[in-house]
């Protein structure tokens, strides 16, 4: 008898192809499918009857409600109406947002939920676990409950960061439980948004690592009984090669006319060098790491590596001004011993240049001289300890450091027309300097 218009735009059928035809006989997509003519056989024209009804269309699942209900018109007439609601959306999001709620529930970091004045609105069983605080004590009370004396500065301007658009990740602090006990924990914060992207809170994520944190401070301080030991071992070892050395001199001096005493002597001479070398390799490779890495400007760093260690007949050039690195303190040292594999084995050096090339977020920063190259037998070895002429651990120990902070390095050069050293470094290891 009739049929509205949304339910024409929705089949794409037009009206006169439907009125005034047997439902069975028109394909009219969900009114016509088995599960709706079956509810209408079985409906006996008293009351409202709802039901919920499941459909392919074009190999997507959709959910629909349908309404059927007796229209009276007069006392001999009437008409039964359905009325077909599509709900796969709601169902969808209903089903997203219970998912999203069990994960907020069962997470073991604590997830809580700040108002725009600070106080607190939604608290998860984690917070509870976290804090002693159950959801009846908390809600409602101020989000600096929760900070320690002299503290509440700092934390407060992590709120006024992330209100004004900055996300905050990871921020390590201490905040106190119930019990006055204090814990380290990791603060992770984000704007609330409502369906306007409007703000509307705050969220805190925080996790425990209170237990990460005592081991660290554990491993740190075996790591400086360590080091003192090894510090003093170096220096006890360098006083006695001083002392042989002295001794050796000696001896050259009472057998100048013993030709094959001066030669073994000089042999001896030769090891202690290569000792005292080992033992100072040793106090730099002992450092690596032991500083949280930094953003680190190219240019800064390979000039200062150039003071003092790059003779006047060897032009630089820095092409690469406009760019910082996240690597280890001692990024300098790769610089410096770059320096050093190409005075000591160039041969013929009068340029070196530096230039970094960015990549789909990755970059590449290439080190370039115009000296006689590296063999290509010798090109996946140099960075290995006691490999080439002259070896000593320059190139190993700048593989080392680079390391630390996912960057790897390696020489593309022809033998011939110089050394090319690579340094690749992943997405987030690299940045355009900000002026």
Request: proline share 2%; charged share 20%.
């Amino acid at each position: 008898m009739y049929v509205n218009e949304a339910y024409l735009r929705f089949s794409n059928i037009p009206r006169n192809n439907v009125v005034g035809k047997r439902i069975e006989s028109v394909n009219l997509d969900i009114f016509a499918s088995a599960d709706v003519l079956q509810l209408l056989k079985k409906y006996h024209g008293e009351g409202v009857e709802y039901h919920t009804i499941e459909l392919e269309k074009n190999h997507i699942r959709m959910v629909y409600t349908i309404t059927i209900a007796k229209v009276q018109f007069t006392s001999h007439s009437s008409a039964i109406a359905l009325i077909a609601q599509d709900v796969t959306t709601k169902l969808r999001m209903e089903s997203e947002g219970q998912f999203l709620a069990s994960i907020v529930t069962s997470s073991e970091d604590a997830i809580i939920g700040v108002a725009l004045d600070t106080t607190i609105i939604s608290w998860n069983n984690g917070a509870e676990q976290i804090f002693g605080y159950t959801p009846d004590e908390i809600i409602g009370d101020w989000i600096s409950v929760l900070y320690p004396s002299g503290s509440y500065d700092v934390q407060s301007s992590l709120i006024t960061r992330v209100l004004s658009g900055e996300m905050i990740n990871q921020y390590e602090t201490q905040e106190i439980c119930k019990n006055g006990s204090l814990i380290d924990v990791s603060l992770t914060l984000s704007q609330i948004l409502d369906r306007d992207q409007g703000v509307i809170g705050i969220s805190f994520i925080v996790r425990n690592i209170t237990d990460r944190k005592l081991i660290e401070n554990a491993l740190k301080r075996s790591k400086e009984k360590l080091n003192i030991l090894s510090s003093i071992t170096r220096h006890d070892i360098l006083n006695q090669l001083q002392a042989l050395d002295a001794f050796c001199d000696l001896l050259k001096l009472k057998n100048q006319s013993d030709s094959q005493a001066l030669e073994y002597l000089s042999y001896i001479g030769i090891c202690s060098e290569n000792i005292s070398e080992h033992i100072l390799f040793s106090r730099d490779y002992q450092e690596l790491g032991d500083n949280v890495p930094v953003w680190q400007h190219i240019g800064t760093m390979v000039k200062m590596a150039a003071v003092d260690n790059l003779p006047g007949d060897i032009h630089l050039m820095i092409n690469s001004e406009d760019y910082e690195i996240f690597a280890d303190p001692m990024l300098m040292l790769v610089f410096y011993n770059l320096f050093e594999n190409t005075k000591r084995h160039g041969k013929k050096v009068t340029t070196i240049s530096l230039s970094f090339s960015p990549d789909k977020g990755t970059g590449t920063l290439i080190y370039e001289d115009d000296g006689v190259g590296v063999p290509l037998s010798l090109k996946s070895e140099i960075f290995e300890k006691g490999v080439g002429d002259n070896s000593g651990l320059g190139l190993f120990l700048v593989r080392e450091i680079l390391g630390i902070t996912g960057l790897t390095i390696q020489e593309t050069g022809t033998e011939g027309r110089g050394a090319r050293f690579e340094i690749n470094m992943p997405s987030g290891a690299w940045r355009k300097r900000s002026i």
